[in-house]
């Protein structure tokens, strides 16, 4: 948990964004997981209107005391990140400035050196963080793909559940094609477990529905066309009889 400490004169400490390091360029994710991450965090801009911030491999600092927690993605309701974001102290994400925890971290297994189920889960649980997803496709940890923590009190429980009811949020599985590798995604989705799309899952739906217009348009041309040959051939026929159509 973040607690603010209080110094002799009962001010408020905060820690000096200067003495903190906020990166340290070391390349730490594999081709999978940089491009799950990715989904993960493109399909919330894609889609959630209200205000938010969402990142991947991007610093926690949950207390002076200690280097940051770097989550595969988090998820934080009704903050942004300031404009001048190159300033030292805006570069990451310092609870003690943003004022809360995030509501949702992710952490994508890739190996076993992670402990995503022993020290990571106990400092997430300590920052109140509302749920803790573990998602582990090569089954590092075990059976389960995926594991979904919620906070209750001050504890996280194991819940079944992947309807993410106080973030209005839910997660699923999904076989499919994301940016031309065909496998198995984690995905946002809504109540019904319906996936949110990306941009370009948004751009081509429009673009399907588009040339479906185009097409009913066409078929419509191509049937009215096809009903006034019909009346000139029939209009044709009578004044072969010695029928005036335009008396009919």
């Known amino acids: 948990m973040v607690e603010q400490l209080l110094i002799d004169n009962n001010d408020f400490y905060i820690p000096d964004a200067n003495q903190l390091v906020t990166e340290d360029d070391t390349p730490v994710d594999n081709f999978a997981s940089e491009k799950q991450q990715r989904l993960l965090v493109g399909t919330l801009y894609s889609c959630l209107q209200q205000i938010f911030l969402a990142a991947a ?141 990306t941009g370009d899952e948004r751009a081509q739906s429009a673009e399907e529905r588009a040339q479906s217009a185009e097409e009913r348009a066409q078929s419509a041309e191509e049937r009215a066309q096809s009903a006034e040959e019909r009346a000139q051939l029939l209009a044709e026929r009578l004044r072969a009889m010695g029928i005036d159509p335009n008396n009919i």
Not at 126 to 135: A, E, F, H, K, L
Not at 151 to 173: M, Y
């Open 57 to 197: 491999n991007v610093g926690i600092f949950y207390t002076d005391l200690q280097p940051p927690i770097v989550p595969d993605v988090f998820l934080s309701f009704d903050v942004q990140v300031p404009e001048n974001w190159w300033e030292k102290q805006n570069r990451c994400y310092m609870i003690w400035k943003f004022g809360k925890h995030p509501e949702v971290v992710i952490e994508i297994v890739s190996n076993k050196e992670g402990d995503e189920l022993g020290k990571k889960l106990q400092i997430y649980e300590n920052m109140r963080v509302s749920y803790y997803i573990v998602y582990d496709p090569a089954h590092q940890l075990g059976e389960k793909v995926l594991r979904v923590y919620e906070l209750k009190g001050r504890r996280f429980f194991e819940s079944s559940e992947t309807w993410l009811e106080q973030v209005g949020l839910g997660i699923t599985l999904w076989e499919g094609e994301f940016e031309g590798r065909k496998d198995v995604w984690l995905r946002w989705c809504d109540k019904d477990a319906v996936i949110l799309p």
